[in-house]
């Protein structure tokens, strides 16, 4: 019967009390408010185009840090008054040629946008296929935009883009939107010889060209965002391995790595392997099986997404897992503008999770939570999508928005949660389209047959989280009442919770609706049963803080602060480490080698409650450490805790 109460009935055994809505009611209002004055980025003339398909080529001159670039673009009219074609592409290259259906074409080129005129074949009608095709040179890095890299490494030329989420336009002519994706996109470089070009989807073709060149036909024929479009160049040393599914077909797996990488990455993307089954398990078959997998290295510090081959600045098990859940959600199923990037983001967060659960268990997973919450202010919804900080926001649009998937499986249960997850990327209209929060809710709503409108709301669109203060009284005969009140100042929260009753013979586990500032529920426990214990969302399952007191108990004296026994210790993997704190703080954690250096820290506020920080040996930048000794510590404005852990290897 668990996961099938929320927003709806109740168990017979538990009495509810009154539910105030009109918070609730204020809060989906401020929301929507919101939402409309959210500015449209796109012309009106982008708007009545649907782009279908460009062909792009790149002479790529390195010494010179220079494009020469050829971009056709198809569109289809989608609605009358087309007078121009609208092509977004930062200011300052120089145009060599402008076409409308092979004839020369007038436009204009300012405040990043070329504006092709329609003169020559006058008011096209809906459904009219019309082809773009602009030539032009130049820097591409001479905009200060960061969207294509001339970059070196080891001494040898190292080309790179990174597009998301505007920078397409950077590098080429596109309608730079991730609600408008291309049905395909050919991709053509030319390059001096020693390079090697890596891209999106099928390597077509691969032809030496006089004066020491080489061009490189790559083609992606899946329906793709303008800011997933990649390159990686350089003398890569290449690789290549094979998924083979439960059906016995075959995916390959491509790598181009640094040379002096190879070494330290080949394990650790291996995994790659298990971690295509995992997703496969849970999420559907993998988006592009037609074509590949793969990983190429490149100059940012980080990872990046691109469809069917992501961008690498590193090497751990949660980059690796976080940049092929992208390929589910971001690639496959993209947000249909920024305000929505936690649909990519959360997700690939989730992804992380869900490896560390299949790696080391249930208990590593909802430690990966603990470690990834984030209690304080903002909308996990980007309210300005003109700034990149706030698009990418760590704790919101990752962290939380990771917290709100946790949370959503728990809602439903998990196995209608996978199941959810394979109707929404196997849905008609999403399917490698686009996605808002809404389209993702409504499919939730369609699958579970549950309201899911407040979750939404108060989670997406609002902010914070719910502090329950919880009294239990044991003093009638048979009857335990549990009183939930939420003590927050900000929005009230909507939530199934668990209740876990330990008594002196049983456990009992109740899941129950909860809403308002307070609710009483009444339990019949058997009267030989002494209650020795009340928890209220034990698994941590709801980000969120909680005071557990019974009626007639002092409650905690503001300040309490302890450091619990890390366990396992010694560990030669994941070290738990458990802490309290009696009010909200702002927090302090390192950890110092025998020698006294710190060689991972932490900064982060937690609310008062129980909390979990775990360690895996590795450095602040993600190297291993070596076998030994080593010094935990948490410190507060007021008190600094230590303990001692042993690491082998």
Not at 200 to 220: A, C, F
Not at 281 to 295: S, V
Not at 365 to 374: L, R
Not at 624 to 637: A, C, E, K, N, R
Request: hydrophobic share 35%.
């Amino acid at each position: 019967m668990k996961h099938l109460l929320f927003f709806g009935t109740i168990i017979s055994s538990i009495l509810l009390g009154q539910v105030d809505k009109s918070m609730d009611l204020c809060s989906r209002q401020n929301s929507f408010a919101k939402w409309l004055s959210i500015e449209n980025m796109m012309t009106e003339n982008q708007e009545r185009i649907n782009i279908t398909f460009y062909d792009l080529y790149f002479k790529i001159f390195p010494d010179d840090q220079s494009i020469n670039g050829l971009v056709s673009a198809t569109a289809i009219v989608v609605d009358s008054g087309l007078t121009s074609i609208d092509l977004d592409l930062m200011d300052g290259y120089e145009i060599d040629s402008v076409q409308i259906n092979g004839q020369n074409a007038e436009y204009t080129y300012s405040s990043n946008l070329m504006s092709i005129q329609l003169a020559m074949v006058g008011t096209p009608d809906i459904g009219s296929e019309i082809v773009a095709t602009i030539g032009y040179h130049g820097d591409p890095q001479s905009f200060d935009f960061g969207s294509f890299t001339f970059d070196e490494h080891q001494g040898e030329h190292l080309i790179w883009t990174l597009s998301e989420p505007y920078g397409a336009r950077g590098w080429w002519p596109c309608k730079d939107d991730p609600s408008d994706k291309a049905d395909s996109v050919n991709i053509v470089v030319n390059v001096p010889d020693h390079l090697i070009v890596a891209s999106n989807g099928s390597l077509i073709s691969e032809e030496s060209n006089p004066n020491g060149r080489k061009t490189y036909y790559w083609q992606e024929s899946y329906p793709i965002a303008t800011y997933l479009v990649s390159l990686a160049i350089y003398p890569y040393q290449y690789w290549e391995d094979t998924y083979i599914n439960a059906d016995g077909d075959s995916l390959s797996l491509t790598y181009y790595v640094f040379p002096d990488h190879y070494g330290s990455l080949y394990e650790n993307y291996l995994e790659t392997k298990d971690m295509i089954g995992l997703f496969e398990e849970k999420y559907g078959a993998y988006p592009f099986f037609d074509e590949k997998y793969g990983h190429a290295e490149f100059g940012w510090g980080g990872g990046m997404e691109h469809q069917t081959l992501s961008s690498m600045g590193g090497w751990s098990d949660w980059l690796i897992a976080h940049e092929l859940a992208h390929q589910w959600w971001g690639d496959m199923i993209t947000c249909a503008d920024f305000h929505h990037i936690w649909l990519n983001e959360g997700f690939a967060r989730y992804g992380e999770a869900l490896w560390a659960e299949y790696d080391e268990g249930i208990d590593a997973y909802h430690t990966y939570w603990a470690n990834h919450a984030y209690y304080g202010g903002g909308t996990v919804i980007v309210e300005n999508t003109t700034t990149v900080s706030e698009i990418f926001n760590g704790q919101l649009t990752y962290n939380k928005a990771g917290w709100v998937v946790h949370m959503l499986r728990h809602v439903v249960g998990d196995d209608v949660f996978f199941n959810m997850l394979n109707a929404y990327a196997n849905n008609d209209s999403l399917k490698y389209a686009s996605a808002t929060t809404e389209d993702f809710r409504d499919v939730c709503e369609d699958f579970t047959g549950l309201d899911l409108h407040d979750f939404f709301d108060q989670w997406i669109y609002g902010e914070r989280y719910p502090r329950y203060r919880v009294l239990y009284d044991t003093s009638p005969e048979n009857v335990l009442s549990v009183q939930v009140n939420q003590i927050q100042s900000w929005q009230l929260f909507h939530m199934p919770v668990d209740i876990r009753i330990t008594t002196t013979d049983s456990v009992y586990n109740y899941f129950v609706d909860q809403t308002g500032e307070s609710t009483l529920y009444l339990f019949e426990i058997p009267d030989s049963e002494t209650i020795l214990n009340v928890e209220l969302d034990p698994d941590n399952w709801i980000l969120k803080s909680v005071e557990v007191m019974q009626i007639g108990q002092e409650p905690p004296l503001p300040g309490a602060f302890t450091l619990n026994s890390p366990f396992p210790n010694p560990f030669n993997g994941r070290i738990n480490i458990p802490f309290s704190i009696g009010e909200d703080s702002n927090l302090s954690f390192s950890i110092q080698n025998i020698m006294g250096q710190t060689v991972w820290e932490k900064h982060a506020f937690y609310p008062n409650g129980k909390h979990i920080i775990n360690w895996q040996g590795r450095s602040g930048n993600g190297a291993d450490l070596p076998s030994g000794l080593y010094f935990f510590t948490i410190q507060s404005s007021k008190k600094s805790l230590r303990q001692k852990i042993l690491y082998l290897k």
